[in-house]
Each structure stands twice: as structure tokens, then as C-alpha cells.
């Protein structure tokens, strides 16, 4: 979820695990062909690589439009249009050689002049842009400019040593206008058709640069209306992988004709609460939905078990920038929950609502056990489903709500976790505000000392769980069904489909 808040009023961060409308028909990749189709939950709301903020579309578009780096399915960050990058000694200047032979869509092939548009497009610095970055995470760049070495030379305005995961962003033709119509990249796969409610069409990229890749001539991504619905599709054969499973609707699979994959997720399913909003602005009543709450329950409702349970706003599939430390700290207190809502001035209880996209199963089983628990300490949890573009818009973009729930993505990088809580940040929907967060987050970038850095992580972590920031249950395992027929589809960490690798079996 990012620059969040762009186009398509974002979300999802954010966001994540499925949408949309159920569609007939489509090719079936069970006739023996090579063609797959993927099953999807949320409709497509972007093909534009710098104003996508939807997770749901990035998966997608993963296959389509290539950065300088490229995250794989390790959560490792790797040279992909870029060979390599020099880093200047105060993280400043990023100095990246561009890869030969490498074609676009249309045809035309790869050079520095591309990704001098790209960049500065997604920056906000074209002379036809008022300086107002597509891409928010690009926001601090001040200058690209290419060299005499096919090389892009990008200056920031001050240092940031953790820059260098936000140049995934995609790169396209200079002066190419019409990404969300007619997406052209350098991927896998190219763009051929988007039906809407039904499916987006991708097909093999004769010219890839990578040699042998992709394997598929086709892939279709077909829009189901929710996870009922594509494991319907996934036993009638119209299907061929569903990501975002729960252990109930995977374990009604047919194991010798499907396999389910798993990977920690890295993302992190969030029972927001609006910090700027009566009652939720007193950091007592957060705290006591904190206590109120048992996140192994939710986790045993709604994913089987398949999930992690959560105190911050990180995962530990973030590993060492994660702080242990800090585990137990909302263990499920109902008296503690009573009194400080009584201490609020709420002993008599208090009414909520929930605004959640009902094309999540996952959000709204989450909502319906959250409100069964709550009501033990008082609160009555009123439950309201909206479809994705009315979440979009409502709570997302316009943060018109009290309560959500909802999963947030991130690249695999502590610092694209953290970075959507400081105060007046475009992603940062729940309206969190800490002057020393803040500050932190600011003198990051300005680290090159991994251990420095992971300290002050650290300190976000617990000032975040000190304010009771908001309240998080899971990090869901992704379980994905993945036909017998198919080899080489791999899970990764963040949310991405990458059908590059995936073959007959």
C-alpha cells in the first residue's frame, strides 16, 4: 500500500486478499494447452505503474512492467533493467547502468532515456507535472539525468540509504502516455485485454530478455466474486491456481489434482481504528479493544490456524528489524479491557461500526468474531459491508470511518512497513500522529549502520504499541491451490503473482 491515496483512491496497501465479480466461461488450462488462468478476487482499478497503489493490481502488473530492481520470490532485492548501482558515500546519488537488448512490448528498445521518463514521471518532475509525485515513495528524488555511460544518475534532495527498493518502479517507453489503457513494459508477459467482471488477458513476451522465460503463451487472470466462488471454479476445472486460501476452503480440495503452496506473507490484516475520530481518539479505548481481543481465535476462525499472530504493525517475517521484545503485550485481558474503558468514561459501554469490503471473506469473518468478542467488554461492534470501490473511496482515500479491517502489503522492507504511520503521510489512513515516530522515521534513511537502524525500529515499534496505535491480529499464511498440471509457481513474501517461472508439470 505507498503512495497510497493516488489514482484509484488506493488501498490496499494496502491491501489485500482478493475482490470482484465471478465470470463465466474462459479458457480452462485443464484441456492440456499452455495456457493458465488464475483466479482473483478484486477488480483491477489501475495498469498504470506509478499511480497503482492497490496490492491486488501490483500482483498483477508484477508480470507486465519491470524496475531497475526487482524483488524475487526470497524477498531478496536483485538487478533486473539496471545491471548493477554505485551508491555515492552519503546515500544521495544512485548512479544506475542500464541493461542491453532489452526490449519493450511495442518494440522499441530499452535505453536511458526511458528510464529518465519513467523516473521523473513517477517523481512528479516533468515539465508537463506540477511537481506532485505519481509515485509517492519517489517524492524526495530532485533530479534524473543519464551520462555518456548509458547510465541514470538520480540525486535526491537529502540522503536516504533506503532508497533503493522504491527504484522497482516500473519502467516504460519515454513519453508513453496510455499505461492504464494499454500497459507496455519490459515483463514476462504482455497486456492484450481487460473485460470488466470478468478477466484481464496477458500473453508470453516473445522478446523477453530473460532467456527461456516465460514458458506460458497465456495467462488470464479470471475475477471471481469471492473465495466460495473460486473454489467452485477451482473443482469445475475453470481454474488453475487461487491464491489467498484459508485452511477450510483448501482442505476441500482434491489433493491429486490440486497443491497448496504456503509462505509467510509479510503482510499485516489490521483491525484499524481511526485515531482522529471520538471514541477511538483516546488511547485508552484503543488499548482495551487491544485486550479484548484473542488473536488465536480470529486466527483459528478465519485462516484454520494458517496465520501469525500480531502485536505491531510489523510481521516477523521481517526478522531482526522485528522486536520480540514486544510479544504478549495484548494478551487477552477482558477485566483490564473494563476498566479502562470505564476509566474513559465508557462503564456503561460504547457503539462502534466496522466498515469492511465485503468482497473479503477473510476481513468480514475477521469483523463478525471481533464483534462477537468485543461485545464481551461492552462495546457493540455494528458491522457494514461495502463493495472495494466504496472502501476505496470512503475509508481509504476519504477516511470517513471508525473501525476497518483490512490487510496492508509492503515491499519486503522494514522501512515500507513503518513509513505509512508518520503524521500527514498519504497512506497513513488511520490517522496515527507521533512527533517522536516522526522523527525516527525521519533520521532513518540518514543511517547507513544496519544495527543503527534496526534500533530505531525497534523504538518505533514500542512507541507504536505504547499508543495502542491500532489493532493487529495476523500475519495470514498465503495458501495458494496450485494445479497438478503446473510446476515452477513459487509463494512469494510480498504480494506478487509471478507466472514468469510456471510451466506444465
Known amino acids: 500500500m505507498t503512495n497510497f491515496v493516488r489514482k484509484v483512491a488506493a488501498a490496499a496497501l494496502v491491501l489485500a486478499l482478493g475482490t470482484g465479480i465471478c465470470a463465466c466461461g474462459g479458457t ?42 526487482k524483488f524475487d520470490s526470497t524477498g531478496s532485492l536483485n538487478p533486473c533493467l539496471a545491471t548493477g548501482v554505485d551508491i555515492s558515500e552519503d546515500s544521495s546519488v544512485y548512479t544506475f547502468t542500464i541493461r542491453d537488448r532489452v526490449k519493450f512490448h511495442n518494440g522499441d528498445t530499452l535505453d536511458a532515456d526511458d528510464v529518465v521518463y519513467s523516473l521523473k514521471r513517477a517523481a512528479g518532475l516533468l515539465d508537463s507535472q506540477d511537481g506532485t509525485a505519481l509515485t509517492a515513495e519517489l517524492d524526495c528524488v530532485a533530479d534524473v539525468e543519464k551520462n555518456d555511460k548509458n547510465q541514470v544518475v538520480v540525486t535526491l534532495e537529502s540522503p536516504d540509504s533506503e532508497m533503493l527498493s522504491n527504484f522497482t518502479v516500473g519502467i516504460i517507453p519515454d513519453g508513453y502516455t496510455e499505461c492504464d ?33 516465460p514458458y506460458l503463451d497465456t495467462v488470464t487472470f ?7 466462488a473460486g473454489l467452485l471454479e477451482l473443482q469445475n476445472g475453470n481454474i488453475d491456481i487461487f491464491p489467498y486460501l484459508d485452511r477450510d476452503h483448501a482442505d476441500q480440495l482434491d489433493p491429486s489434482k490440486f497443491t497448496i503452496e504456503s509462505n509467510n506473507s509479510n503482510m499485516v490484516q489490521v483491525f484499524a481504528l481511526n485515531n482522529s475520530v471520538e471514541p477511538l481518539n483516546d488511547v485508552r479505548v484503543r488499548e482495551a479493544i487491544n485486550l479484548a481481543v484473542n488473536r488465536a481465535d480470529i486466527i483459528n476462525t478465519t485462516m484454520g490456524g494458517s496465520g501469525t499472530e500480531l502485536t505491531t504493525a510489523m510481521s516477523p517475517a521481517m526478522g531482526e528489524y522485528y522486536d520480540t521484545s514486544l510479544d504478549g503485550t495484548y494478551t487477552q485481558d477482558q477485566d483490564k479491557a473494563r476498566s479502562l474503558l470505564a476509566d474513559a468514561g465508557y462503564g456503561n459501554g460504547l457503539d462502534l461500526t466496522v466498515t469492511v469490503p465485503s468482497n473479503y471473506l477473510i476481513h468480514v469473518n475477521t469483523a463478525v468474531e471481533l464483534a462477537s468478542e468485543l461485545s464481551e467488554v461492552g ?13 476505496l473511496d470512503q475509508v481509504y482515500t476519504n477516511r470517513d470511518y471508525q473501525t476497518t479491517v483490512i490487510a496492508l502489503t509492503s515491499d519486503f522492507a522494514p522501512y515500507d512497513v513503518l513509513q505509512r504511520y508518520q503524521t500527514g503521510a498519504s497512506g497513513n489512513f488511520i490517522n496515527y500522529s507521533n512527533s517522536d515516530v516522526d522523527a525516527l522515521l525521519e533520521q532513518i534513511p540518514t543511517l547507513t549502520d544496519n544495527d543503527a537502524k534496526i534500533d530505531l525500529y525497534h523504538q518505533i515499534l514500542a512507541l507504536m504499541v505504547k499508543d495502542s496505535a491500532s489493532c493487529y491480529i495476523q500475519d495470514p499464511t498465503t495458501l495458494t491451490a496450485v494445479s497438478t498440471r ?17 510451466k506444465l508439470a
Request: charged share 10%; aromatic share 12%.
Open 28 to 69: 480452462s488450462s485443464s484441456q492440456g494447452n499452455n495456457n493458465v488462468t488464475v483466479g482473483i478476487t478484486q477488480e483491477p482499478s489501475s495498469f498504470d505503474p506509478h499511480t497503482v497503489v492497490a496490492a491486488g493490481d501490483k500482483e498483477l502488473i508484477f508480470n507486465i512492467y519491470e524496475g531497475l530492481y
Open 181 to 213: 489503457t494499454a500497459p507496455v513494459g519490459t515483463g514476462p508477459f504482455k497486456f492484450v485485454s481487460y473485460t470488466v467482471g470478468q478477466s484481464v488477458v496477458l500473453a508470453k513476451n516473445p522478446d523477453y530478455w530473460q532467456s527461456g522465460l
Open 379 to 391: 462495546i457493540n461492534l455494528q458491522i457494514t459491508q461495502v463493495d472495494w470501490a466504496t472502501w
Open 486 to 502: 503446473l510446476t515452477g509457481y513459487s509463494v512469494y513474501p510480498m504480494y506478487v503473482q509471478d507466472m514468469s517461472t510456471v
Open 222 to 228: 479470471k475475477i471471481c466474486a469471492d473465495m466460495d
